[in-house]
């Protein structure tokens, strides 16, 4: 396929980075349906799905304000709606 004004480009690919599975043969195929999915995830061990490690609260969102510039874009609008 040739774009107009790109023919001097050559077409390239980039190569698949091959996925790490340090060593093993990995059989598990991807599941093909939410229920395939969530009885894959039932088998993965407590040990592996509990973290020992506490997450950090949420910060508290700065308050939301409309300046008045903006507000004057939208004054009219419901005569436009």
Same mark, same amino acid.
């Given at each position: 396929?040739? $774009? ?9 690919? &980039? ?38 490690? &506490? &997450?950090? $609260? ?24």
């Amino acid at each position: 396929m040739v $774009l107009a004004g790109y023919a001097h480009y050559r077409l390239v690919s &980039l190569p698949v980075a091959p996925s790490a599975t340090y060593g093993e043969t990995v059989t598990t195929s991807e599941a093909e349906s939410f229920d395939e999915l969530i009885d894959d995830c039932a088998d993965i061990p407590r040990a592996v799905c509990s973290s020992q490690t &506490l &997450l950090p $609260l949420p910060l508290n969102a700065a308050p939301w304000t409309v300046s008045d510039r903006c507000l004057s874009q939208v004054n009219d609008i419901d005569d436009y709606v």
